[in-house]
């Protein structure tokens, strides 16, 4: 058989497309990178299995009896609630890249557009769990009105209830802070696992309270560095993450949130993925990269949302 040095042989060194498995890397090392609420709350990995309600069971703590000799033991007996959550979220990123521009850009284009799609995702994963933490304590997802995060308080005291219709927001102070720690506390939330989540403005808020400042930068070596995904420090045990996607409401007020990783769920059900497809009739590369999954509550007394000033 004739030798085929001299043919034209199609491989990734002469063409100019993407290859897949590169952009779904960097798409999902800059989804892990941006997303920041679904860090510190509750995930379910749904990957692969069908269906679109979840129940989750949400057992009622049982209290320990005191032995009485010569008696039955204290049985335990509790009707049992769920929470159903519905997998609904279904989101994309595309971009049909020309071949020109594959020829003529620099590389650092692709680097871009993965970074950036990877950011718009976590940022709508965020987005779905700030709304429906619209719901702890009590309140209404999507209020409108007196109903505009009515069950939220106010981060001065942590106990005045905000009110939608006439802003009565302030800035986050130590008494807030302390305030809302209690409301967990009363409610048997435990003290593991609880993160305040603040939007950017209150980071200047906490770096003039001393109670931030003497505890910010404690455990700085591996794991334990605080400077990672939003983390800027701990205040009172309680892990401090700054988030540009903390919801802006009356165009003057910010959403904050204290809350256990038990107060809401995230049920990813497809992953990050993304895919390519050369498309002829536009002489380019089509670039999609999409996911799925569903949010919910699931213990409304685990987490606690407060306003303060833009």
């Known amino acids: 058989m004739a030798g085929l040095g001299n043919s034209n042989h199609i491989t990734v060194e002469t063409q100019d497309v993407f290859i897949p498995e590169l952009w779904s890397d960097d798409v999902i090392a800059a989804y892990k990178k941006n997303l920041v609420l679904g860090n510190f709350v509750t995930k379910i990995n749904h990957t692969g299995k069908k269906g679109d309600t979840?129940?989750?069971?949400?057992?009622?703590?049982?209290?320990?009896?005191e032995k009485v000799k010569n008696t039955q033991v204290n049985l335990?007996?509790?009707?049992e609630t769920k929470k159903t959550v519905n997998i609904t979220e279904h989101y994309e990123y595309s971009r049909m890249i020309e071949d020109i521009v594959g020829v003529q850009a620099i590389d650092s284009y692709r680097s871009f557009y993965t970074d950036d799609a990877g950011y718009a995702l976590a940022t709508l994963v965020d987005d779905s769990l700030f709304a429906q933490a619209e719901s702890l304590q009590?309140?209404?997802?999507?209020?409108?009105?007196?109903?505009?995060?009515?069950?939220?308080?106010?981060g001065t005291d942590g106990s005045t209830l905000y009110t939608g219709d006439v802003s009565n927001s302030g800035a986050l102070t130590d008494i807030g802070i302390r305030r809302m720690i209690q409301t967990l506390?009363?409610?048997?939330?435990?003290q593991t696992d609880r993160t305040l989540i603040i939007p950017p403005v209150e980071r200047n808020t906490l770096m003039g309270l001393p109670r931030f400042t003497e505890q910010a930068f404690v455990g700085e070596v591996g794991a334990g560095n605080t400077i990672r995904n939003g983390v800027i420090g701990d205040i009172y045990g309680i892990s401090v993450v700054v988030s540009s996607n903390c919801p802006t409401i009356n165009t003057s007020d910010r959403v904050g949130l204290m809350l256990?990783?038990?107060?809401?769920?995230?049920?990813?059900?497809m992953g990050v993925r993304s895919q390519t497809q050369y498309k002829q009739e536009y002489l380019?590369?089509?670039?999609?990269?999409?996911?799925?999954?569903?949010?919910?509550?699931l213990r409304t007394n685990a987490g606690v949302a407060f306003i303060v000033d833009a």
């Open 138 to 154: 009590g309140g209404t997802v999507g209020g409108t009105g007196t109903d505009l995060w009515e069950a939220a308080v106010i």
């Open 54 to 65: 979840i129940h989750i069971p949400i057992p009622t703590r049982g209290s320990a009896s």
């Open 260 to 269: 256990h990783k038990d107060a809401l769920v995230f049920i990813e059900q």
């Open 284 to 297: 380019g590369d089509l670039f999609t990269a999409d996911t799925i999954f569903g949010v919910g509550e």
């Open 76 to 79: 335990i007996s509790n009707v």
């Open 185 to 190: 506390d009363d409610d048997d939330v435990p």
